[in-house]
Every structure is written in C-alpha cells, then in structure tokens.
C-alpha cells in the first residue's frame, strides 16, 4: 500500500478547500450528487461516464471521509447504497457553481459533450 513520503502541510484555507473538492473528479461527483441525490452506485457511475469504477469508489471513499457525502446501506437483498450529500458537501455547491460560470467565460462550448449538471448550473449565463 503507499505511503506519503512527507505529511500533508496545508497553511491555508484554501489548500483545504482544494484538497477536499478540488480533484478532478470530487467537483463532478458533488454536482452530479446535487442534481440528484440520492442516488446508488450504478447511477452516479453512468452520469459520470468516463470514470473507472476503481476511481470512482476511491472519491466516493475519500468525499465521505472528508464528510461530503454521506453513504447509506439498507439491510435489503440485493444489498442497496445510496449516496447523498451532507451539509458540508451542499455548502460547497454554491462555489463550485461559482468557478463555473467564471470558467464559462473562458471554456471552449462542446455542448455535445457537456454534463448535464452544467447545463443546469447554466455556465453560459
């Protein structure tokens, strides 16, 4: 297993901020969890499209140590997780929707390829 060579030195509020939902994945997780949550591996996988499913479980592992998100397992058969965002995780959506519609300004349109969750933060506006 690997093991950090050096401890993570974060001085600022902003290397945290980044740490926790500046991943190239956690953002587009989150958002995907705020246009609707909750919602169950298989879901989150297909909105996501081009992530691995070994990527994937490890942000979702990650977001929920970091108190993103929250993971509920119900006692049923076939065994069903529901993943939702926590309080600390919808706070962070504001922001984000914020960096998006700054990149909006910026980012080249391939709307044939674009997320559903930034046609509803409407990044164009």
């Known amino acids: 297993m690997y093991q950090k060579k050096l401890a993570d030195d974060i001085r600022c509020p902003l290397e945290y901020g980044l740490e926790i939902f500046g991943g190239k994945w956690d953002s587009r997780i989150l958002c995907?969890?705020?246009a609707s949550a909750p919602m169950r591996y298989s879901q989150?996988?297909?909105e996501m499209a081009n992530i691995t499913d070994a990527v994937l479980a490890?942000?979702?592992k990650k977001l929920q140590k970091d108190?993103?998100?929250a993971r509920q397992q119900y006692s049923e058969i076939p065994p069903r997780v529901?993943?939702?965002l926590t309080e600390k995780g919808a706070s962070v959506i504001p922001i984000l929707q914020s960096i998006c519609h700054w990149a909006g300004a910026f980012y080249k349109d391939d709307?044939?390829?674009a997320m559903k969750q930034c046609q509803r933060c409407d990044y164009n506006a």
Do not use: F, N, P, Q
Request: proline share 0%; glycine share 6%.
């Open 44 to 46: 989150l996988r297909k």
């Open 82 to 84: 529901e993943y939702t």
């Open 58 to 60: 490890s942000a979702l």
């Open 32 to 34: 995907v969890l705020a």
């Open 67 to 69: 108190g993103m998100i």
């Open 111 to 113: 709307a044939a390829h």
